[in-house]
């Protein structure tokens, strides 16, 4: 596909942000009626689909190429699925079956996401494709990469943990963020499960001490991200509690700014809370329940209205109340919390009958324009058949045909990238 002559020169600046323009005019997505967000132009024949069982990936993904094949857009280059989150550029050994395919379609629109400094050029070099968008950041597990090596070996009180960290990487990453205009932040997060806070040295604080470490990297990129107003995925595992508590810390401190006094104004109050946080906020691979998804959609009506939850007294709402009313005061067109699941993590890992059915509870939880399918995979090769896989996973648990899950993930997964290019005013 020959890209245009205007095609910019920055690698990440290579995907295209406005629908209709430039090399992607012939991709399958178009205006809805009211002029917000994309759509995912089905095909008028849709190809019989089950979901009575979770369709292995290779077929799943045949069966996606089937679709778009017999479709209205037929180009070798249409979208046929997002991919939310993935880390192809590591090249780790294929964990699917890719037959004679060896490299990413362009088919597939992704977000490559880095894990560490060493590897955020590779990021960048992988997303030199305009189907391709990269996240810089670093990941939970891999804190031993920005750990300061001349670092005392005493237990330091908390007010100077900050001394076991080599900080040059968080100029790094604003710089990055400087240069590349359509660069996302990711992946970020907390995990309790990680191998850095399981090993962490006793003599300096075991456990607890790798948790504040990992809160504080967490924190100093996601408000990197929110005063850049560029989007986030977050890894999140046994530590929705703490996650929660650093949202609220940020909501807070928001509310009370010094300037707030000065300015004053319902209007001035929702417009610096929502730049407090970044546009778009996709938990990745989410492995928390349905309880914690509406917990952070409550928090999301907090954000966009400022005391909606607290409306109508201090009566608590019932389970049943809660989901008709999670949805007041939120911008459907643009949320911020977004819920990608994988086949890699959210059905290969949960083989437990418990796991799978708190699992499939998130699933059915999430609303239908927050939802994403993501591939999770560590090779270029995986991209397709992991995405494709999630899409079978979600359609499985929701009851719904495998193309009602690709035009509803489709839509809602350009719609995430995209907000890259929209900055909360």
């Not at 012939?26 to 069982?53: H, I, K, M």
């Not at 509690?241 to 319902?266: Q, R, V, W």
Request: with cysteine; charged share 25%.
């Amino acid at each position: 596909m020959a890209l245009p002559n205007n095609m910019p020169t920055c690698p990440c600046c290579a995907f295209i942000l406005s629908s209709g323009d430039g090399a992607l005019s012939s991709l399958p997505w178009n205006q809805d009626r009211d002029g917000s967000g994309l759509c995912f132009s089905a095909a008028p024949q849709p190809v019989e689909t089950t979901t009575n069982a979770i369709i292995d990936p290779v077929e799943a993904w045949e069966k996606i190429r089937a679709i778009g094949r017999g479709g209205e857009y037929k180009h070798e280059n249409s979208v046929l699925l997002v991919d939310s989150h993935g880390h192809p550029q590591l090249r780790r050994e294929a964990q699917y079956d890719a037959g004679s395919s060896s490299e990413q379609p362009s088919s597939v629109v992704s977000l490559a996401c880095a894990v560490a400094p060493p590897d955020w050029e590779d990021v960048i070099a992988y997303s030199s494709h305009e189907y391709i968008l990269p996240a810089l950041g670093v990941h939970p597990w891999y804190l031993n990469e920005i750990m300061e090596t001349s670092a005392s070996d005493a237990i330091l009180s908390e007010d100077c943990l900050e001394e076991y960290l080599d900080w040059g990487w968080l100029d790094d990453l604003e710089a990055k963020l400087l240069e590349h205009p359509n660069l996302l932040v990711g992946e970020i997060g907390l995990c309790k499960m990680a191998k850095f806070v399981r090993e962490f040295p006793k003599e300096k604080g075991g456990k607890a001490t790798a948790m504040v470490l990992q809160k504080m990297v967490f924190r100093r990129q996601f408000e990197l991200a929110a005063r850049f107003q560029r989007p986030v995925t977050v890894h999140c595992v046994n530590a929705h509690g703490i996650l929660m508590d650093i949202f609220k810390d940020i909501y807070e401190n928001a509310k009370s700014s010094p300037t707030a006094s000065e300015n004053g104004g319902k209007d001035e109050l929702k417009r610096r809370l929502r730049r407090a946080f970044p546009p778009s906020i996709a938990m990745h691979s989410f492995t928390g329940t349905a309880h914690h998804c509406n917990e952070l959609l409550l928090f999301e009506r907090e954000i966009i209205s400022p005391g909606s939850t607290q409306r109508g007294g201090n009566r608590r709402r019932n389970k049943k109340r809660e989901t008709e009313t999670r949805h007041e005061d939120s911008d459907s067109d643009n949320p911020i919390f977004y819920f990608g699941f994988s086949h890699a993590v959210n059905h290969l890992m949960c083989t437990s009958e418990k796991a799978r059915k708190k699992g499939g509870e998130a699933v059915r939880a999430i609303p239908s324009e927050r939802l994403l399918v993501e591939s999770d995979v560590h090779n270029p090769s995986d991209v397709a058949l992991g995405t494709a896989g999630a899409a079978s996973y979600a359609a499985n648990v929701r009851g719904l045909s495998l193309e009602e899950i690709v035009t509803t993930t489709t839509t809602n997964g350009l719609r995430f990238l995209r907000s890259v290019g929209r900055p909360q005013l």
